[in-house]
């Protein structure tokens, strides 16, 4: 390619968007059949667009302007809609965004895994704004701004967005950006804090900050200030997840939240996993104990346990619970809460779901019902090795639709198991994130 067709501006030009591709950009067909992948635009609507990107098999764009509205779209309620990844549906009406996740859903199990649930379930939603309770922030100091930018990642990864509020955040932390990009601006190793984690229990907040370099006194005393005078702990991470350590107050702070409407409470560590959304958790774990049904007699093992968000709860309703997790802390500290709340039928064992696991012990128990709550790459590794014949019941929580889907087709198909029923979560609202349960019968 030449050096005047590298540097010639982007053509412009008008489309019809036929549909809504999984990451929320609009899909629409060029004349010579070629698809085009449309950031900001909906299905049913003619913008006009920008090329951003050109790939053999498919081109990308920006919406400039759109021509015909669909009857869906609405105004975004977050100023940075459009620049900011941190959610890229806010112009879809809420009811729309949902029924597109369960259409995802639907469309991998017969695309992936050539299977179709006897029955959808009703999408399960929370609370839509002000629902993030964990994340991460990055953090650039740019040196011609003289400012510090702290937020989500735009549209293009290589930059921080700029932002003075979000509303997906707790509204506690939706209040913090603009003061933290003060506050690293004033620091000395403001070049060098890539980012800052935040978590939101019931009774604390927690802020992590990642540093490249030593901090001065000075620093440590300014960022143990902004913690004190905010209502946050802060915590310094100087290297990987293991080194991390209170700065203020000096021992840390007491971090937990109720899982359900009893007195079960989940304690956790700053940098532990927890579900994000505080409201759709509760209502997922809920639905999940529905479906699983344990009998008091039962023995039920959970895999990819975490801190013991649906072991603990089961436990309370079964025989037996054994939870399984790779993350060898996430595992101490599931046994921590299971002590503190009085559960000796929840047992936890440390092992790698991904790799041979003819060794384990916990894999020659014997068990009646089993659950599933694997990352995005999914379960298909431990499932070929696990005794099914002997379960009841499988209940399977996704945060990816085309695994959970890679995975009901390995069950229905070559296990001889039924997919009973499947719906969507919205555990990540105005997000194309499309959380999902299945259960599986004999």
């Known amino acids: 390619m030449s050096r005047r067709n590298r540097n010639r501006t982007p053509a412009e030009f008008e489309l019809d968007i036929v549909d809504l591709s999984h990451d929320g950009r609009g899909v629409a067909r060029r004349e010579d059949g070629k698809t085009v992948f449309v950031s900001g635009a909906l299905p049913g609507e003619r913008v006009r667009a920008r090329q951003t990107g050109r790939n053999r098999s498919f081109d990308e764009a920006a919406t400039l302007d759109v021509l015909q509205p669909s009857p869906d779209r609405i105004a975004p309620r977050c100023p940075h809609f459009g620049v900011c990844s941190g959610c890229v549906l806010q112009h879809l009406d809420a009811t729309k965004q949902i029924e597109a996740k369960q259409r995802t859903l639907l469309e991998n199990f017969e695309r992936i895994g050539h ?111 902004f913690g004190e005078a905010r209502g946050f702990a802060v915590y310094l991470q100087p290297k990987g997840p293991d080194s991390v350590v209170p700065l203020w107050p000096a021992d840390g702070v007491a971090l937990d939240f109720a899982v359900d409407d009893s007195d079960l409470r989940l304690a956790f560590k700053p940098l532990d996993f927890i579900q994000v959304n505080g409201g759709l958790n509760r209502a997922m774990i809920a639905r999940t104990l529905e479906l699983l049904a344990p009998r008091p007699t039962d023995r039920v093992l959970d895999l990819f346990c975490g801190l013991g968000n649906f072991t603990l709860p089961l436990a309370r309703r079964a025989g037996q619970v054994v939870g399984v997790e790779g993350d060898a802390a996430l595992v101490r500290h599931a046994r921590e809460n299971a002590q503190a709340n009085g559960l000796g039928n929840a047992e936890f064992h440390a092992a790698d779901l991904t790799q041979d696991l003819r060794g384990e012990p916990w894999m020659r128990a014997g068990f009646d019902i089993l659950l599933l709550d694997p990352p995005r790459s999914g379960a298909d590794a431990v499932l070929a090795q696990l005794p099914l014949d002997g379960l009841r019941r499988i209940v399977y929580v996704s945060c990816h639709p085309g695994s959970l889907a890679r995975d009901a087709g390995y069950l229905v198909n070559e296990r001889g198991w039924r997919l009973v029923a499947a719906g969507v979560m919205d555990m990540f609202p105005h997000t194309a994130h499309v959380e999902s349960i299945a259960v599986f019968e004999r």
Do not use: M, N
């Not at 510090?148 to 939706?174: I, K, M, Q, Y």
């Not at 933290?180 to 900050?209: H, K, N, W, Y």
């Open 115 to 225: 299977v179709r649930p006897q029955t959808v379930l009703p999408p399960l939603t929370a609370q839509p704004w002000g629902y993030r309770r964990k994340g991460r922030f990055s953090v650039r100091w740019v040196e011609k701004k003289g400012k510090a930018l702290v937020g989500f990642r735009e549209l293009d990864p290589r930059f921080v967005a700029d932002l003075v509020e979000c509303h997906t955040v707790v509204p506690e932390v939706g209040a913090l950006i603009a003061p933290l990009s003060e506050l690293v601006a004033s620091l000395d190793a403001r070049r060098e804090i890539p980012q800052i984690e935040f978590v939101v229990g019931d009774a604390a907040a927690a802020l992590t900050v990642r540093h490249l370099v030593p901090l001065s006194d000075a620093d440590r005393a300014a960022l143990a200030a």
